[in-house]
């Protein structure tokens, strides 16, 4: 159950002790990863997604950026290989899509920040006593987001102090949930750390460490509980074989559920 908090303070729910010590595993969330091609001296960033059923490697554009669905078993090098080959695709197909989607909103367009599935109204305003200050400085109030600014609002800098405070408010409530579903999983609370790709929700390294999306903070308190006990399970199972959806099952039965509805999230959570 989520506690409750008072609107001006962090957002730190209930947090009981952990119990058994955790079994380091690798993993990441729904088998995506993050990679990096460098093309003609620019760096691509590409979602590696692998699938039990899929038999060969297939390169794909859409919303989410570039796509390379892979086999589950086939190997770095296979990998690398076919990223080679499919270098003409990409020079030609690459800034077509790019010149055709739809930019990021600029932050002095929007009026509304997301924080745990709810939207927050936001102000910007500019204080003259506040000299030569260089970060906006944010602060929540309600159901506003007040960012007082020096001198004339600087969009890049509106944006990094937003995205800053935000990934300040991340770190305990991540920590919070993982203290209070691990005993729950069977393991002891990882490392908690942020992380801030686009796409990959949650990670968990061969030393036990998790990595969480800060960006998971604007969406449903229940989304944030499903990613977290994903990784926790991973501490135990890492594969997304039957094991393993025992052990996400156990804790958090609507796993399915929620997997849909983080889908359908994925591009509201990316704006920022």
Known sequence: M????????RLIPDTPPS?????ARVTHLDTDQIGVLDLDGQPVEYILRRSLRRTRAMLSLSDRGLVLAAPVRMSTRAIDAFIELSRPWLRRHLPRWRANSAPAPELSALQRVLLLGEPLDIDVVVDDSAGRQRS????????????RTAGAADPVLIRGA???WMQAEALPWFEARAQHFAPQVGVQKPPIRLTNARTLWGSCTPAGLVR???RLLQAPPRLIDYVVVHELAHLIEANHSPRFWTVVARTFPAHREARRELTDWQRRLAAL
């Open 2 to 9: 989520i506690a409750t908090h008072h609107p001006r303070k």
């Open 19 to 23: 119990t058994r010590p955790l079994c």
């Open 136 to 147: 906006p400085k944010v602060m929540r109030d309600g159901q506003r987001v007040n960012i």
């Open 162 to 164: 937003l995205r800053a």
């Open 212 to 214: 969480l999306n800060w």
